[in-house]
């Protein structure tokens, strides 16, 4: 059913003039009589926000040294650290052990088994003769070691390894002399190190001539022979982190949109450490909690160096991505993750309209119900005017101003949330339609499987923001309850985030 705006269905809120309505009279599109006073809700409409600050990010990747390999005394086959993050909007965070944990589950993905041809060599080593100097790799995202037995230079095991590391792409095979532990304490009685990492490296990235101390001096100090690296050929997809959906990518350019929200350094290459930076940002003011992240690989003159997370309260797409770098910084592999609105059309934007203004008791995607004796105390607008963003609202409290009855809105399917998860549910409402004395009154409730889970009690207030965090059940119902004309509670951008 479609009420275009008459007189009798939409007195009570139409007579609560703003200066826009009272501008569309004048053009006619509303044939009614303006009275009442205005209400401002000036300044509590999203600004869209800053754009992404690449230049800081390009200016902190220049610095940052994320590189790295084995260490002289570290002991091989430790368990993958979890993910760190290294700098936050700017700052380092010092963080030398993992910082985070992944939810659980997220990790495991389905692997194919992976043999020796998956992989092809990057570069080759020196050669074990008597003079041959080689260095191993220090690069980003590494991620453990191993000792293969150095009867032959054992490329095989190496790579066997390496697949059996959730996240290796790339292995450095050398041998280390004169290191102490290698030949006196490790059990493996070898010198062939395995270094895996969760990036492909390089030659020029062979850095690590040795030099070290580990006998008791005047002994000789440590050198490296043979360093070879191999790569795998086809990159694994990252998968798609539990809350999100996969928008873009891999591409050459980063976001450049509005609704930024800052950025991290990871240490490696990781969409679902990204994800728990955007599910723990503190919200915008303006545009609440993170629903979009952009991942992507710097790399600073041919050499990866760290891996970008920035954050946005505004989802996007790739055609925002359009910052391929600065200076000798280069954007790689950026993919790009929309946060899920378990709620379907939670901004009601689906309102049909082929007008300026239309109202619906209930549409496609929302129920309103009024309580009995009530008439359209709950109704769903098509109007920009009234929307905090886009064209669509809801509106608590009789449209036509026939009764002071709380009317009820509820999505028209129950929402499809992971039964024992915690959602956060973000909305915005205002009450301010009419004046500060009719507003008074004004409550809404949030209702999750037919508990209240918070009380809204703003009286006269522009478009403000509200949160509650619950658990979910799986075909969780929500609801929205309030209104008493002539205190109207408008609802919009109503979100369910996954936490
Ligand atoms: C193999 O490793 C052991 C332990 O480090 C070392 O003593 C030995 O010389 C190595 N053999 C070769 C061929 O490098």
Not at 14 to 22: K, M, N, Q, W, Y
Not at 399 to 407: I, K, M, S, V, W
Request: aromatic letters at 12%; hydrophobic letters at 35%; glycine letters at 10%.
């Amino acid at each position: 059913m479609v009420y275009l705006p008459r007189l009798s269905v939409i007195v009570g809120l139409v007579s609560l003039t703003s200066a826009a309505i009272v501008a569309r009279q004048k053009e006619g599109d509303i044939s009614l009589s303006a009275h009442g006073e205005h209400s401002s809700v000036e300044g509590s409409r999203p600004d869209p926000g800053r754009t992404t600050d690449s230049e800081l990010i390009a200016e902190v990747a220049e610095t940052i040294d994320q590189k790295s390999g084995p260490g002289v005394d570290e002991v091989p086959n430790q368990p993958v650290p979890d993910t760190i993050v290294t700098v936050v909007d700017g700052e380092a965070t010092g963080e030398k052990s993992a910082r985070q944990s992944r939810p659980a589950g997220d990790r495991a993905r389905a692997r194919r088994p992976r043999a020796v041809e998956d992989y092809t060599q990057v570069f080759a080593g020196t050669g074990t003769g008597a003079s041959d100097r080689d260095a191993s790799v220090q690069g980003t995202a590494y991620l453990t070691f191993t000792l293969v037995s150095n009867s032959t230079y054992n490329i095989e095991a190496c790579l066997d390894f390496c697949s059996s590391v959730s996240g290796c792409v790339f292995a450095n095979l050398y041998y280390e002399f004169n290191n102490y532990g290698l030949d006196f304490e490790a059990s493996e009685q070898s010198n062939l190190k395995c270094a895996v990492y969760g990036e492909v490296h390089t030659a020029v990235e062979k850095t690590n001539f040795g030099g070290q101390q580990s006998y008791p001096a005047p002994a000789p100090l440590i050198y490296i022979q043979h360093s070879g690296g191999w790569g795998i050929n086809e990159f694994v997809d990252p998968g798609v982190p539990s809350g999100y959906e996969y928008v873009f990518g891999p591409i050459n350019g980063a976001t450049s949109a509005p609704g930024y929200m800052g950025f991290v350094f990871l240490d490696r290459y990781d969409v679902h450490a990204c994800a728990v930076e955007c599910n723990q940002r503190a919200p915008d003011a303006v545009g609440g909690y993170c629903q979009f992240f952009n991942i992507w690989t710097a790399v600073v003159s041919g050499v990866p160096t760290t891996y970008t997370c920035s954050m946005y309260y505004t989802p996007t797409d790739a055609s925002t991505a359009t910052n391929t770098g600065q200076w000798n910084l280069q954007v790689t592999a950026s993919r790009g993750y929309r946060r899920k609105n378990f709620v379907i059309d939670g901004g009601f934007e689906g309102i049909p309209c082929s007008g300026t203004v239309c109202l619906y008791p209930s549409y496609a995607n929302w129920i309103g119900t009024s309580p009995p004796g009530g008439t359209d105390d709950a109704t769903f607008w098509y109007f920009a005017e009234w929307a905090r963003r886009g064209h669509g609202s809801a509106s608590l409290g009789s449209a036509p101003g026939f009764d002071a009855l709380p009317g009820t809105i509820t999505p028209r399917h129950p929402l499809a949330t992971i039964a024992g998860k915690q959602y956060r549910i973000e909305f915005w409402q205002h009450s301010s339609h009419n004046s500060p004395e009719s507003q008074a009154p004004s409550w809404v409730d949030v209702i999750w499987n037919g508990v209240v889970v918070l009380q809204v009690r703003p009286g006269y207030s522009p478009w403000s923001r509200y949160t509650v965090v619950v658990t979910a059940s799986g075909n969780d119902i929500l609801a929205f309850q309030g209104g008493q004309f002539p205190a109207y509670t408008f609802l919009d951008d109503i979100s369910a985030w996954q936490l």
